[in-house]
């Protein structure tokens, strides 16, 4: 599948496409999936949400800005944000995960969103992870 | 008291030295704390560690990762940290604190460590950061 319009839709252009497929690619595959990158990009979420809320809010103590960053990370947040990323079509999955509906399941998109995010940024840097997380 | 010899121990100038005091600056002095930077240092840290096991263990499921960076972060380490960065002196607390042992309390090394990372962070960036947490 064409990556090109996907990468128009994320605002980033790969250097290393490989990145970009291996983001996408689910466990049910068997082959390299996308779970080592979605244990990197939950940490590059956390931190590019933490510093966000860190300088919007200078009055608000820890404990306010916790509640804020839970809800905003939580795996609904995430796979809305993976949804509205358009993944969805580009997810790489075993034809049985597909048939039973996995490119609409929460937990599916959500991964596949923080893998993005991690690939994103080992691509082109927090900047350029910032910009795909902000918009 | 003069904060250029902790800069030396940390590796890094800050062009700010009001971030460091506020990192150094325990809940019990009353006034501005460091807890909204130990907040953001937590997300800092956690990215530089994650993202150094992603690149170090290359054949090591999301599962060994996450195993490995907990015990990386864990409190207990992050106050070893904060002793061998020579924070202890530096703390800046209530004399009642002081008087009952705080600069040798693990829960306030380590807060303060996670504090000066963040402090770190926003004043030279990811690079500085990474040059901290990783020495």
Redesign the interface.
Known sequence: MDLGPLEEQLGHHFHNRDLLKLALSHASIGAASN??L???G???L??IV??RL?ADFPD???GG??VRLNALVRGEACAQAGEAAGLAPYLIMASSESGSGGRRKSAILAGACEAVIAAVYLDGG?EAARGFVLR
Chains 1, 2 share one sequence.
């Open positions: 779970e080592r979605e244990f990197l939950d940490r590059v956390g931190l933490a510093e860190h608000e103590p820890e800005l916790a927090l």
